[in-house]
């Protein structure tokens, strides 16, 4: 990616279809976040990645070490001393932890580069620099974390640069703010089990909606319901709205049948049995 802060076609293209393919793949969690960190490292021209998910509202615990994926290691003996850096706890190590701990605890989504969490004379002053950044070939980074309120969770991933390489830019932060926000609009949007999502329409707009299905233009629709034709395209586009889509295409689309079947699952989702024994509830170490 260039130098601009803007972003260019090919990468907004890049992130949508990015979002498709994390939906294919989220009946596992662990399979769509290491697809979705070996894409976005490609994008950003990031090195090493980790993804995970924390409780909301923020509980200051950090998240099971199955629950945390890791890509882009050049090798077994950084992989193993990354690990043992986040099996620590973080306590007093990492100076800017404390900052993004702030963050999450605010309840809010939210995107940031390194340089905007903590400045560069504090960051490479700290020993974790010493101790763990250089060491392990890698330095700048870039957090996000997405809030799902509906689901009590928070999608959280971290892409970190190789030693030397360039800061991540603004462009960069913005794609992956894109790409965060666009999966925060999945979740949200998702039917609960059991609910069907057109049912809860005002009756008006469930038959505009299922004329529109039908095949009918807004001409017929209006005929057929004894409306206004500027009513009824009122009433599509209150459902454009609703959907959050622009077109009939994707309208009709986003209400296809199998929709909510594509899913970017949490662990916390998962049976009990898949997570180690334990509880959504409990899943977690303290930080202290």
């Not at 939906?23 to 979705?36: F, I, S, T, Y």
């Not at 957090?143 to 360039?166: D, I, Q």
Request: glycine content about 10%; hydrophobic content about 40%.
């Amino acid at each position: 990616m260039g130098h601009s802060h803007g972003l260019r076609l090919r990468d907004i293209r890049t992130v949508f279809r990015l979002v498709g393919e994390v939906r294919e793949l989220g009946a596992d969690p662990r399979v769509w976040r290491r697809h979705m960190l070996e894409q976005l490292h490609r994008v950003t021209g990031t090195m090493v990645g980790h993804a995970t998910e924390t409780a909301h509202p923020f509980d200051l615990k950090m998240p099971a070490m199955e629950d945390i994926v890791e890509v882009g290691w050049p090798g077994e003996s950084e992989r193993e001393l990354g690990q043992r850096y986040l099996e620590s706890g973080l306590e007093g190590a990492d100076p800017s932890i404390p900052i993004i701990f702030r963050l999450q605890a605010a309840g809010r989504p939210f995107t940031r580069t390194r340089r905007q969490i903590l400045a560069d004379g504090p960051w490479y002053r700290s020993g974790h620099i010493d101790g763990f950044r250089r060491p392990l070939g890698v330095d700048d980074f870039v957090v996000s974390t997405r809030v799902v309120p509906r689901l009590g969770v928070a999608s959280v991933f971290v892409l970190s640069r190789g030693w030397g390489e360039r800061p991540i830019g603004e462009a960069e932060r913005r794609l992956v703010h894109l790409f965060h926000a666009e999966l925060g609009h999945i979740w949200e949007d998702a039917v609960p089990a059991g609910t069907d999502a057109i049912a809860r329409l005002p009756l008006r707009l469930q038959q505009t909606l299922a004329r529109l299905r039908a095949g009918d233009s807004e001409k017929l629709i209006a005929s057929r319901l004894g409306l206004s034709h500027h009513t009824v395209h009122n009433n599509v586009k209150a459902l454009y709205r609703r959907f959050e889509v622009s077109s009939r295409g994707e309208l009709l689309a986003r209400c296809a049948p199998r929709f909510n079947d594509f899913l970017p699952l949490f662990s916390r989702n998962l049976p009990t049995a898949t997570t180690g024994g334990r509880p959504g509830g409990a899943r977690g170490r303290p930080v202290h």
